[in-house]
């Protein structure tokens, strides 16, 4: 087994081998600037245009004119889901002034979506961020055309606070709006520079998790979660 996988390697080694220069010619000549957006404008605001393709996902945005109604609507999501522990970025990463404040008074218990240590050890962890029915986490991007969420995980920005809890909400804020998948590449590159292209997790979420079985019944909610909410802010 051992010497026929060692044959096929050596075999892809040597195809690689010999393709490599027409391939990285070809990479040359193909442009490397990604396209602003992909679909037709149909808003001037991009935050409608968000809006409008999240509704169609059977997602919900909620405008907030500033970060006091933005706690709000917050506040009334977790009232409604009965929430009381809810999984969060670091709270200075998420942006909204108040929210410590906000789940501090409401008796909700925070936690931080950071599972590490050994299998066992991770294993201890997990079952208590299983019962959170909800997870907050801002966004480093907002894809108007698509409703999508470009997040980009790291230190107090644990990719299990925007995955994990059947329901998610995502804080937004005016400035993170971009018009396609292009700019929101450009802006994470330029935040991040070459850390961004070591990095696994570049998370993309539009709308609630989706999966189908074989005879094509949709379930919701598999693999993420079963609602997104968007709060956006501005």
Same mark, same amino acid.
């Given at each position: 087994?051992?010497?026929?996988?060692?044959?096929? $390697?050596?075999?892809?080694?040597?195809?690689?081998?010999?393709?490599?220069?027409?391939?990285?010619?070809?990479?040359?000549?193909?442009?490397?600037?990604?396209?602003?957006?992909?679909?037709?404008?149909?808003?001037?605001?991009?935050?409608?245009?968000?809006?409008?393709?999240?509704?169609?996902?059977?997602?919900?945005?909620?405008?907030?004119?500033?970060?006091?109604?933005?706690?709000?609507?917050?506040?009334?999501?977790?009232?409604?889901?009965?929430? #009381?522990?809810?999984?969060?970025?670091?709270?200075?990463?998420?942006?909204?002034?108040?929210?410590? +404040?906000?789940?501090?008074?409401?008796?909700?218990?925070?936690?931080?979506?950071?599972?590490?240590?050994?299998? +066992? #050890?991770?294993?201890?962890?997990?079952?208590?961020?299983?019962?959170?029915?909800?997870?907050? %986490?801002?966004?480093? %991007?907002?894809?108007? +055309?698509?409703?999508?969420?470009?997040?980009?995980?790291?230190?107090?920005?644990?990719?299990?606070?925007?995955?994990?809890?059947?329901?998610?909400?995502?804080?937004?804020?005016?400035? #993170?709006?971009?018009?396609?998948?292009?700019?929101?590449?450009?802006? $994470?590159? #330029?935040?991040?520079?070459?850390?961004?292209?070591? %990095?696994?997790?570049?998370?993309?979420?539009?709308?609630?998790?989706?999966?189908?079985?074989?005879?094509?019944?949709?379930?919701?909610?598999?693999?993420?979660?079963?609602?997104?909410? %968007?709060?956006?802010?501005?």
């Amino acid at each position: 087994m051992t010497n026929s996988r060692e044959r096929m $390697i050596d075999r892809i080694r040597a195809g690689l081998r010999a393709t490599r220069p027409f391939l990285e010619t070809e990479s040359a000549r193909a442009s490397h600037t990604p396209p602003p957006f992909v679909h037709p404008i149909t808003h001037d605001d991009l935050a409608q245009q968000f809006a409008a393709e999240l509704t169609k996902l059977q997602a919900y945005p909620h405008f907030c004119a500033d970060d006091e109604a933005a706690l709000e609507v917050i506040a009334g999501l977790i009232e409604q889901y009965q929430a #009381q522990e809810v999984i969060t970025w670091d709270f200075e990463r998420i942006n909204l002034p108040g929210l410590a +404040e906000l789940l501090r008074q409401r008796g909700v218990t925070r936690l931080d979506g950071r599972i590490a240590g050994t299998p +066992e #050890q991770r294993a201890a962890l997990l079952p208590a961020h299983e019962r959170a029915p909800v997870c907050i %986490a801002g966004v480093d %991007a907002a894809i108007a +055309e698509s409703a999508t969420l470009v997040i980009h995980s790291g230190a107090g920005r644990p990719r299990m606070a925007s995955l994990l809890a059947p329901v998610f909400i995502a804080v937004i804020h005016r400035e #993170q709006f971009v018009r396609g998948l292009g700019e929101a590449i450009e802006r $994470i590159k #330029q935040t991040y520079g070459s850390v961004f292209a070591d %990095a696994s997790a570049l998370t993309l979420i539009t709308g609630p998790s989706r999966t189908a079985d074989i005879e094509l019944t949709l379930t919701l909610g598999v693999h993420g979660p079963r609602e997104v909410h %968007a709060v956006i802010i501005g």
